[in-house]
């Protein structure tokens, strides 16, 4: 199976389709990540705050793939947003990861309530580390449109990606039109809604005219409309399943019949980007 590319705005490419390492345990994460390898995902996609950096890079070390065939994207913990500290906590990743270069690496949350406001001296920290090479791209994530208004009217620098909260009960389109506008590719974190979407009638018939999973047609509904997305599950059975999307495609009505089963802000499944002002202890 081929996956898809995206191209980015600097010319590099983004497989369409990843694997997420969200919530998956620590002490599991290696096992599973290294599963997901032997299915057939290069594109792994993990945190600082999801504590499994390690556990990836276990993986990636013990696949033999080479370097130029994986694509790794981390993000910025909460705790480190001031200028100094997000230096450091860049260096911690790429050593938990086993790396001297990440391929992609983002402003967790825009925190716009703490650090006084403060989060476009974090984009400009992040942008250092395409400057010095150890970061092939950088971006954000989570951020409204004005977030993005922001950080690249006052430093000129466009993420390469924001990655949103988007899935069929939450198209999330203003922040997705904001991020297209500016040039920004989008990556859809919690692609399936946790699974909610699973037992909707409308994706269901649509799943059941191409022969799918209800999964698989939600997934490919994002790869339709260009979003990039890194679906997570424990299991390898689910791991094939959602790697199997790129041998049927959908039509522009069964691809509008699901864009319309937006709930607006009612759909949120995580917290809103303008209020979310957590960070670990």
Same mark, same amino acid.
């Given at each position: 199976?081929?996956?898809?590319?995206?191209?980015?705005?600097?010319? /590099? &490419?983004?497989?369409q389709l990843g694997f997420g390492?969200?919530?998956?345990?620590?002490?599991?994460?290696?096992? !599973?990540?290294?599963?997901?390898?032997?299915?057939?995902?290069?594109?792994?996609?993990?945190?600082?705050?999801?504590?499994?950096?390690?556990?990836?890079?276990?993986? !990636?070390?013990?696949?033999?793939?080479?370097?130029?065939?994986?694509?790794? /994207?981390?993000?910025?913990?909460? &705790?480190?947003?001031?200028?100094?500290?997000?230096?450091?906590?860049?260096?911690?990743?790429?050593?938990?990861?086993?790396?001297?270069?990440?391929?992609?690496?983002? !402003?967790?949350?825009?925190?716009?309530?703490?650090?006084?406001?403060d989060y476009v001296s974090t984009?400009?920290?992040?942008?250092?580390? =395409?400057?010095?090479?150890?970061?092939?791209?950088?971006?954000?994530?989570?951020?409204?449109?004005?977030?993005?208004?922001?950080?690249?009217?006052?430093?000129?620098? =466009?993420?390469?990606?924001?990655?949103?909260?988007?899935?069929?009960?939450? /198209?999330?389109?203003?922040?997705?039109?904001?991020?297209?506008?500016?040039?920004?590719?989008?990556?859809?974190?919690?692609?399936?809604?946790?699974?909610?979407?699973?037992?909707?009638?409308? !994706?269901?018939?649509?799943?059941?005219?191409?022969?799918? &999973?209800?999964?698989?047609?939600?997934?490919?509904?994002?790869?339709?409309?260009?979003?990039?997305?890194?679906?997570?599950?424990?299991?390898?059975?689910?791991?094939?399943?959602?790697?199997?999307?790129?041998?049927?495609?959908?039509?522009?009505?069964?691809?509008?019949?699901?864009?319309?089963?937006?709930?607006?802000?009612?759909?949120?499944?995580?917290?809103?980007?303008? &209020?979310?002002?957590?960070?670990?202890?």
């Amino acid at each position: 199976m081929t996956v898809s590319n995206v191209v980015l705005f600097n010319e /590099t &490419t983004i497989p369409q389709l990843g694997f997420g390492v969200f919530q998956v345990p620590p002490d599991q994460t290696a096992q !599973i990540t290294g599963t997901a390898l032997e299915v057939g995902y290069r594109h792994i996609d993990t945190a600082q705050m999801y504590e499994n950096e390690a556990g990836v890079g276990e993986a !990636i070390k013990a696949s033999g793939i080479a370097r130029d065939e994986l694509y790794i /994207t981390s993000k910025l913990n909460n &705790t480190f947003h001031e200028p100094d500290a997000a230096r450091r906590a860049f260096d911690e990743t790429l050593t938990r990861l086993g790396l001297d270069r990440i391929d992609l690496f983002l !402003i967790h949350w825009p925190l716009p309530t703490r650090y006084d406001g403060d989060y476009v001296s974090t984009w400009r920290t992040l942008n250092e580390f =395409v400057a010095d090479g150890r970061a092939t791209s950088v971006g954000v994530s989570n951020f409204q449109p004005a977030h993005l208004d922001r950080i690249i009217e006052e430093t000129g620098l =466009v993420p390469a990606v924001n990655q949103i909260e988007v899935h069929p009960y939450f /198209t999330n389109e203003d922040a997705r039109a904001a991020s297209i506008r500016h040039g920004v590719e989008v990556e859809a974190w919690s692609p399936i809604a946790q699974g909610k979407v699973l037992d909707d009638a409308v !994706i269901g018939e649509i799943a059941e005219a191409h022969g799918k &999973t209800p999964s698989q047609v939600t997934l490919r509904w994002h790869i339709e409309r260009g979003d990039i997305v890194f679906p997570k599950s424990m299991r390898e059975e689910r791991m094939r399943e959602n790697f199997d999307i790129f041998d049927f495609t959908l039509t522009e009505d069964q691809v509008a019949a699901i864009s319309a089963l937006d709930r607006g802000e009612t759909g949120r499944t995580g917290p809103n980007p303008d &209020t979310f002002d957590w960070i670990p202890g």
